[in-house]
């Protein structure tokens, strides 16, 4: 299939959806990723062919043989956005080109196909559509969109690609992922990393977040919620947080980790970039020890630090640990400018504010 080609969705909605008092018992309390809707999207790849048989079906379990190359190469990549409920009653998506992007850009560093930008967005509105009642309504929660793309083929060896993938989507209703006003603890991890120039720190692939795990559970045992990643070399130089960017706040002027190849470009990370301006914020891209991190807390140089993804949006850290050290982010308690970012951004997404960069999707 070219770019210019379209595909046809075959539309086969569910005969056991769930009853709208189910619906409403889920959406009462979502949590994170735990429930699904009662659709999903899938579209099959043939080497030669292109891609194929794009469906909307009910939820389910996949068929896969045990050889499958997913399951012993790791050959995967997925993305993630979320479907909001505005004021008006709209349902909107925020900068979903910009993950269709990201996804093509993640496909070309794992030898995968790239899929058409118009087609990822197409897949989108019609899961969302389709399953629009399970958008949340309560305000903070929202309709958390999963695109992930898979090696199908069948068959052993490290030599090759597979030549044949299965793209879907999968939708959860989500609540917050940390509380608004809740300031996370962050452990500085210096026996493990996340990347290293020429991998695959850019791209968003399963394995980046498996090779986590083990800091991650080591971050929970020091007592802290999040792990922060720093430089593969020198493990000196602050990169990112869990799944998350990082932004530093000195007074009027913001600073996150430049993009080297190893941090994930978060489209939360560009829009804050973006946001700053708006809000009278200086913001750059640069470079920032854990040296400069501790003495900019202690001087009172660095006011705030905060992290933002499509999941955790902006969350307040306010307190740091390593192995040799330990120290807190101002008062502990989230700050003035990382607030005023939060608010401007979801205000965006909920439709409270202005959208000046026209960055709101409309759905239905």
């Known amino acids: 299939m070219t770019t210019a080609q379209k595909l046809s969705f075959d539309v086969q909605t569910s005969d056991h959806a769930r009853t709208a008092a189910e619906r409403e018992q889920v959406l009462a309390s979502p949590g994170f990723g735990q429930v699904f809707t009662d659709h999903m999207i899938s579209i099959d790849y043939t080497e030669g062919r292109g891609w194929h048989d794009a469906r909307l079906m009910p939820y389910g379990p996949l068929l896969l043989d045990p050889s499958t190359s997913v399951f ?36 070309r560093r794992m030898a995968m196909p790239e899929l058409p930008e118009e087609t990822f967005v197409e897949s989108l509105e019609l899961l969302v559509q389709t399953d629009r009642d399970w958008v949340p309504t309560t305000p903070g929660h929202s309709l958390y969109l999963r695109p992930f793309m898979i090696a199908t083929q069948s068959a052993l060896g490290v030599n090759y690609p597979s030549q044949t993938y299965k793209y879907m989507v999968i939708a959860s209703p989500a609540a917050a992922y940390f509380g608004a006003s809740q300031a996370v603890s962050v452990w500085l991890s210096t026996e493990y990393t996340r990347a290293a120039p020429g991998g695959t720190g850019f791209a968003k692939c399963g394995g980046n977040y498996a090779a986590a795990f083990v800091a991650q559970r080591q971050a929970v045992e020091q007592g802290c919620d999040q792990v922060v990643w720093l430089d593969a070399f020198e493990h000196r130089y602050v ?16 600073l996150t980790p430049a993009l080297t190849g190893t941090l994930l470009p978060g489209i939360t990370r560009d829009s804050i970039l973006t946001l700053a301006g708006d809000l009278g914020l200086k913001a750059e891209e640069g470079r920032l020890s854990i040296e400069e991190w501790q003495e900019g807390c202690e001087s009172g140089e660095l006011t705030e630090v905060f ?49 000046p960069h026209g960055w709101v999707h409309k759905i239905c």
């Open 239 to 254: 990169e990112e947080m869990g799944g998350m960017n990082l932004f530093f706040v000195y007074g009027d002027r913001l």
């Open 72 to 107: 012993h190469y790791a050959q995967e990549l997925f993305e993630g956005l979320k479907a909001y409920r505005q004021e008006s009653g709209s349902i909107v998506s925020f900068r979903p080109q910009a993950n269709a992007a990201r996804f093509n850009t993640s496909a």
């Open 307 to 355: 992290a933002c993804g499509t999941a955790a949006v902006v969350t307040p850290v306010g307190s740091v640990k390593g192995a040799d050290r330990a120290w807190s982010v101002g008062d502990g308690t989230p700050g003035e400018v990382t607030m005023r970012i939060r608010e401007e951004l979801t205000g965006i997404q909920y439709g409270t504010r202005p959208d």
